[in-house]
């Protein structure tokens, strides 16, 4: 459920008109709801009451400082894959303690910020990662809480560029090395080894994949204590997938989640760990954008939009849905049309939709793309030189912007010229 709804003739953020804020900010635009991301960290949060537990919302999926900060102050946690995302984090308020580095290439001066500020833990992804987090920290004086990601070789049954638990895929060790990785881990000053880490890939739609890997991760939570091992959190990743589309596809409620978490990993008596990023932020937010053309083609119409892929690379990069909606709310039973919908880039990849119904609009008007929050704006360029798309907070009947676009002056300032030239 999201705060995105007609009322009056209008698609509305909460109680603020879109149309009210495309006059303000222009398009394209992206726009959030406070409501709806709150209601999806709450539901994680509830869904594991039943122990110990953080959410740790996963930055990479929408990490305006704004957002982090919403979210923080509701008690999250941040699963940050980079320096940049962890300053983020920091810069949200957001203490240390609660926030965990995770990433498959972290390097030493990552590292260095991460330690200096504090840290809930590491998630380490290989042996030499190891070796390097253990040299930096001896030569800081600390220690640091360790994971080691294990890669469980499981299916997420998901798109193959964002699955991620495969032996194929390079992330983690190998799950039947294990016991080696965290003997070496173990045996490393500096390194504290405290749980055990896993994330299998984005966007899963059934339960199964995750079942068989909290089954793997609490036989591996057996294994490492008789090894001497202290294994006192679980990080069980992210990935829980969103609706996409209107369709019949219902994916897996955080509640159901939260129970097969119990179910598999409950008895332990492990603090759980979960880093969803998607499930919060994906259906919080639309980007909004404007029709600049109708263009009558030979065998087909295109509707050419001032968004482009620059703005939303999700259905360039990984063939998403996204719904594509008028911001004036259609009349009942109107007809509709088949339209290729497109952006402006001088590229054939820039295309957001194939022969899509929809109906009838025209040169000016507004639409949404909904489920945009998650992998939109984090992803976006200023590919063709168009200045990054703006963002947007909606709380109740006000709103705020929370990333300016730039103006294209200061995009041409960045440039310098070599002393030569
Ligand atoms: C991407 C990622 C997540 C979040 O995945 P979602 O599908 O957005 O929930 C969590 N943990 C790690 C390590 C990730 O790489």
């Known amino acids: 459920m999201d705060h995105f709804l007609y009322r009056d003739g209008q698609l509305m953020a909460e109680d603020v008109p ?21 209601r999806h960290y709450r539901l ?9 537990h953080l959410v740790c919302f996963a ?7 704004a957002i982090l900060t919403l979210l923080g102050r509701e008690g999250a946690g941040m699963d940050v894959v980079s320096a ?14 609660r926030i965990v580095f995770s990433g498959v290439g972290k390097t030493r001066e990552e590292m260095r910020i991460v330690l200096e500020g504090g840290v809930r833990q590491v998630n380490l992804e290989s042996e030499p990662e190891m070796a390097a987090l253990s040299e930096v920290a001896v030569s800081m004086g600390v220690e640091v809480p360790v994971t080691v990601r294990v890669n469980p070789d499981v299916d997420a049954k998901t798109h193959a560029k964002i699955a991620t638990g495969k032996s194929e895929n390079k992330f983690g060790v190998p799950i039947s090395r294990a016991v080696e990785v965290y003997a070496e881990a173990a045996a490393l000053p500096g390194l ?25 991760v609490a036989d591996l939570t057996g294994v490492l204590r008789a090894e001497g091992h202290a294994i006192e959190r679980l990080d069980l990743g992210g990935g829980l997938g969103i609706p996409y589309t209107r369709s019949n596809e219902v994916p897996p409620l955080p509640r159901d989640y939260g129970a097969l978490i119990e179910r598999t990993v409950g008895h332990l008596g492990c603090e759980v760990e979960i880093e969803p990023g998607r499930l919060i932020s994906g259906n919080a937010g639309v980007l909004l954008s404007r029709v600049i053309y109708v263009k009558t083609g030979e ?26 909606v008028p911001v004036a709310e259609p009349v009942a039973g109107a007809p509709t049309r088949a339209f290729d919908i497109v952006g ?24 949404a793309f909904r489920s945009a929050g998650a992998y939109g704006a984090v992803m976006a360029s200023e590919y063709n030189s168009r200045p990054l798309v703006p963002e947007v907070l909606v709380d109740g009947d006000h709103f705020a912007v929370i990333r300016r676009r730039p103006t294209i002056d200061e995009m041409i300032a960045r440039d310098s010229l070599p002393p030569w030239l």
């Not at 930055?59 to 400082?65: F, G």
């Not at 504290?192 to 068989?212: C, K, M, N, Y």
């Not at 087909?300 to 063939?319: E, Q, S, T, V």
């Open 18 to 38: 879109l149309r009210e804020i495309a006059e303000a900010v222009g398009t394209p635009a992206y726009v959030y709801s406070t409501a709806t991301l709150l």
């Open 44 to 52: 994680f949060d509830e869904a594991l009451a039943w122990g110990p």
């Open 59 to 65: 930055v990479k999926s929408l990490s305006n400082v």
């Open 84 to 97: 940049g995302e962890y300053l983020r984090a920091k810069a949200a308020g957001v203490p240390g303690e």
């Open 192 to 216: 504290r080894v405290v749980g055990i880490d896993v994330h299998i890939g984005s966007q899963l739609t059934d339960l199964a994949p995750f079942e068989a890997v909290y089954a793997k």
């Open 299 to 324: 065998d087909r119409d295109f509707l050419i939009l001032d968004g482009a892929m620059n703005d939303l690379i999700r259905p360039a990069m990984y063939d998403a849905w996204h719904d594509i």
């Open 344 to 367: 402006p880039v001088c590229e054939t990849g820039d295309t957001f939709a194939r022969g899509r119904e929809m109906p009838e609009v025209g040169e000016g008007d507004l639409v």
